[in-house]
């Protein structure tokens, strides 16, 4: 079998252990950098895993200024205002602790803070012209990924719907993976930031342009992620599984971030940018089922490898079956982990203009911007109207 030429880049430093402050220590004195413009949202401002991220800090000798005011689905309004008050300090080193809209804002504060302007001039591929501040990425959910990946997902506040910041130098320099972040984490936040990572595994690996590197990130991500999530969601107790997820997420993302996603990322993207109350993770919980028996026939063999890597009894069965299991199973896992079935549920309205109005989107983010040329089977317009509507119905995949 010939391999297909590639290039592949992973600009960040990752760092997976149970020792901060050593971590901290070692990236402060890699960066040579003096203060910390913190960044996190008002909800982990008061928990201890961020007391003790402090109390750390302060250990080591690292001094900080906080700022907790980190929104969910951060639009570039949002964002301005935290490079605002980056910019009235003396901070030379940007820590983004939380999820992916908390990291995100971290790293989009970085890169106004050595550029200028405002968020919204930055939309786009390689757009940042000046190096960013140093960043470092302290991820607490195990879903985004944005700790690693060198673009930024953002709610445009003029055209409704979420843009991107795609520039290799907006990568947070160091990522510190630090399981025991995970643990306590409530049972309801487990669910939608994991099935994010999941399904960065499942699009990474059967994406039109994978390569050898990223099938086997993708894969590996896949088997972690498709074996311990609901085990953890079970028990936010579980350490090695609380790691598991996490170096699934870093793996998925290692990925994604130089091939793309696939149609359930454009089609979230584009309800979640319409309709802001849609978290990206329960978007993709509902999309991606129906992805997948989109592409049933065209991604078979992949899917079927996806089934075996997440330990189905498929033994027997012929790979179109085995691909059929793989898609009940990833239905299943959101119904087990309690999440929607369709975007109805979720407030999602509709009619002829929502639905053209986000079919559009989804087309455009698949042949623009980071998704671009990602999805193994390219739909069309009416295609994808079909796709949205069987997710806003909730339609039950069967065979």
Not at 49 to 67: C, N, Q, R
Not at 111 to 137: E, H, S, W
Not at 262 to 271: F, L, P, Q
Request: aromatic share 6%.
């Amino acid at each position: 079998m010939s391999i297909r030429e590639f290039e592949y880049l992973c600009p960040n430093r990752i760092i997976f252990t149970h020792h901060l402050a050593d971590s901290l220590k070692s990236a402060k004195e890699t960066l040579k950098v003096n203060k910390a413009f913190v960044v996190t949202d008002p909800g982990l401002a008061k928990l201890d895993h961020f007391k003790y991220l402090l109390e750390t800090m302060d250990e080591i000798g690292f001094p900080y200024v906080v700022y907790d005011k980190t929104e969910l689905n951060p639009d570039d309004i949002s964002i301005d205002a935290a490079a605002a008050e980056l910019m009235k300090t003396d901070c030379d080193v940007v820590i983004g602790f939380g999820g992916g809209s908390t990291l995100d804002t971290a790293k989009t504060s970085a890169v106004l803070a050595t550029n200028g302007g405002k968020t919204r001039d930055y939309f786009g591929v390689n757009t940042v012209p000046k190096q960013p501040l140093p960043c470092i990425a302290i991820p607490t959910t195990a879903g985004s990924g944005a700790d690693i990946t060198y673009f930024m997902a953002i709610v445009d506040s003029e055209k409704h719907t979420k843009a991107q910041i795609l520039d290799v130098k907006a990568a947070p320099d160091i990522s510190i993976i630090y399981p025991e972040n995970l643990i306590g984490t409530p049972q309801h936040l487990i669910p939608a930031v994991g099935f994010d990572s999941l399904t960065h595994a499942v699009e990474g690996y059967i994406n039109a342009k994978a390569n050898a590197i990223t099938e086997s990130l993708s894969i590996k991500a896949f088997e972690l992620m498709s074996q311990n999530l609901v085990r953890f969601y079970n028990d936010n107790t579980d350490l090695e599984a609380a790691g598991a997820l996490l170096l699934a997420t870093s793996l998925g993302c290692m990925a994604c971030t130089t091939i793309g996603t696939g149609d359930a990322h454009c089609i979230t993207r584009s309800v979640g940018g319409r309709f802001h109350q849609v978290h990206h993770g329960t978007g993709l919980a509902v999309a991606l089922p129906h992805v997948l028996n989109f592409n049933l026939y065209g991604s078979t063999k992949k899917l079927a490898d996806l089934a075996r890597a997440m330990g189905l009894d498929v033994s027997g069965k012929s790979e179109l079956d085995q691909a059929k299991a793989l898609v009940l199973a990833i239905q299943r896992v959101r119904d087990d982990l309690g999440l929607p079935k369709s975007y109805k549920e979720l407030g999602v309205e509709m009619n002829d203009e929502i639905l053209e109005e986000l079919a559009l989107s989804s087309k455009d983010k698949s042949e623009h911007g980071s998704s671009a040329g990602a999805p193994p089977r390219k739909a069309t317009i009416d295609e994808y109207k079909q796709l949205i509507m069987d997710a806003w119905n909730g339609v039950e995949i069967s065979y």
